[in-house]
T-cell receptor
Framework: AQKVTQAQTEISVVEKEDVTLDCVYE???????LFWYKQPPSGELVFLIR??????QNEISGRYSWNFQKSTSSFNFTITASQVVDSAVYFC???????????FGEGTQLTVNP | EAEVAQSPRYKITEKSQAVAFWCDPI?????LYWYRQILGQGPELLVQ????????DSQLPKDRFSAERLKGVDSTLKIQPAELGDSAMYLC?????????????FGQGTRLTVV
């Protein structure tokens, strides 16, 4: 079973600021996956990234970057030069390989103001 | 681009009535999930199918909820009778992986309001 904590319930920034969303997870699986999803006001969940627990390399995709620290069970997400369109709820979700449900956190509501 | 289709988008029903939601996953995806998302919370898995078989329904309130995926393609989730606490967004997702440890693609959801 997995558990995830997204301690930041709401974050508000001004456009072009950098913002980091925190994610701390718990799992008993030795091999697992970590996901980030974005949920805009329209409601659908949009996949952002999937990371294997064996791969601790940080990843950058455009303005998005992810910092995976297995030693502290954290998988933080940074948006550089935020834009108004980044406003959404962001979910971190671990997934075991023995069981395949995604376990979602409570989410972080990000508001980017112009 | 292939999408997960859900209908209806919105549903208002009275307490004690029956309600059903439909999901058509991306073609070829073997794994199908139904999640429930209560306002202000993260989605929670209700049921997971691998082809036509249920592989995880541990969180499904089986006294009132049922789900089927008869031909291993589209799926229906039913609630009978609906209760006020069932008001939520019901999200369907699919993934190609045989054991589900791959990216899940989500539909736009059905927002249910029970009055």
């Amino acid at each position: 079973a997995q558990k995830v904590t997204q301690a930041q319930t709401e974050i508000s920034v001004v456009e072009k600021e950098d913002v980091t969303l925190d994610c701390v997870y718990e799992t008993r699986d030795t091999t697992y996956y970590l996901f980030w999803y974005k949920q805009p006001p329209s409601g659908e969940l949009v996949f952002l990234i999937r990371r294997n627990s064996f791969d601790e390399q940080n990843e950058i995709s455009g303005r998005y970057s992810w910092n995976f620290q297995k030693s502290t069970s954290s998988f933080n997400f940074t948006i550089t030069a935020s834009q108004v369109v980044d406003s959404a709820v962001y979910f971190c979700a671990p997934q075991g390989t023995s069981g395949s449900r995604l376990t979602f956190g409570e989410g972080t509501q990000l508001t980017v103001n112009p | 681009e292939a999408e997960v289709a859900q209908s209806p988008r919105y549903k208002i029903t009275e307490k004690s009535q029956a309600v059903a939601f439909w999901c058509d996953p991306i073609s070829g995806h073997a794994t199908l999930y139904w999640y429930r998302q209560i306002l202000g919370q993260g989605p929670e898995l209700l049921v997971q199918f691998q082809d036509e078989s249920v592989v995880d329904d541990s969180q499904l309130p089986k006294d009132r909820f049922s789900a089927e995926r008869l031909k291993g393609v589209d799926s229906t989730l039913k609630i009978q009778p609906a209760e006020l606490g069932d008001s939520a967004m019901y999200l369907c997702a699919s993934s190609p992986g045989s054991r589900g440890s791959t990216e899940a693609f989500f539909g736009q959801g059905t927002r249910l309001t029970v009055v």
